[in-house]
């Protein structure tokens, strides 16, 4: 298995509270990925990384920013999270993009 | 709008049975991908499908991606319990993934 990690693996927050998501690899892979899965919307893409300090905006972007300040670690964060961030969210990795992605254990948040 | 549908959404069926997930979208991609997620995981690859016909075989499990590279199928031969999961597609352009909302099989021992 790949090595990758999600922290926290569960969280609860409040309405117009800062969240911070943190993905972990020690695979040395340069592409990261976060996703959010919802029932009946499988995997959207949130943003993605192609090296550090470089990231673009995947199609679900809105509400969401992340940095990479070294290869191992992609953050995501909410700035002020809504009850629309309620989802499970994951990490992934791949040293070639459009080969095979690796997937993290993914982080369960409930936004009240 | 989801760019790939996949059908049934849910299938559920006896230990020995022959099932089939679809997955179709009015895009082509370069490339198409199934996944399986169990629950508390993430999804895990099972198989890239590359060329437009192209049919890959894992011991039970064949995969086919249609001639204009926009539809594909897994078919799962003599299913049992441990086939349970999640099943996602994932299309690929410029190097991203675009999923399916995925189809929960069960198989009842």
């Known amino acids: 298995d790949a090595g990758i990690t999600q922290s926290p693996r569960h969280k609860v927050t409040e309405t117009g509270t800062p969240v911070t998501l943190r993905c972990h690899q020690t695979?040395?892979?340069?592409?990261m990925y976060w996703y959010r899965q919802d029932p009946g919307h499988g995997l959207r893409l949130i943003h993605y990384s192609y090296g550090v300090k470089d990231t673009d905006k995947g199609e679900v972007s809105d509400g969401y920013s992340v940095s990479r300040s070294k290869t191992e670690d992609f953050l995501l964060t909410l700035e002020s999270a809504t009850s629309s961030q309620t989802s499970v969210y994951f990490c992934?990795?791949?040293?070639?993009?459009?080969?095979?992605?690796?997937f993290g254990p993914g982080t369960r948040l409930l936004v009240l | 709008t989801q760019l790939l549908e996949q059908s049934p959404q849910f299938l559920s069926i006896q230990e020995g049975e022959n099932l089939t997930v679809y997955c179709n979208s009015s895009s082509v991609f370069s490339s198409l991908q199934w996944y399986r997620q169990e629950p508390g995981e993430g999804p895990v690859l099972l198989v890239t499908?590359?060329?437009?016909?192209e049919v890959k075989k894992l011991k039970r499990l064949t995969f086919q991606f249609g001639d204009a590279r926009k539809d594909s199928s897994l078919h799962i031969t003599a299913a049992q319990p441990g086939d349970t999961g999640l099943y996602l597609c994932a299309g690929i352009n410029d190097y991203k993934l675009s999923f399916g909302a995925g189809t929960t099989v069960t198989v009842r021992a």
């Open positions: 695979e040395n892979h340069r592409y």
């Open positions: 499908v590359v060329t437009g016909g």
């Open positions: 992934a990795i791949t040293d070639r993009p459009g080969v095979t992605q690796y």
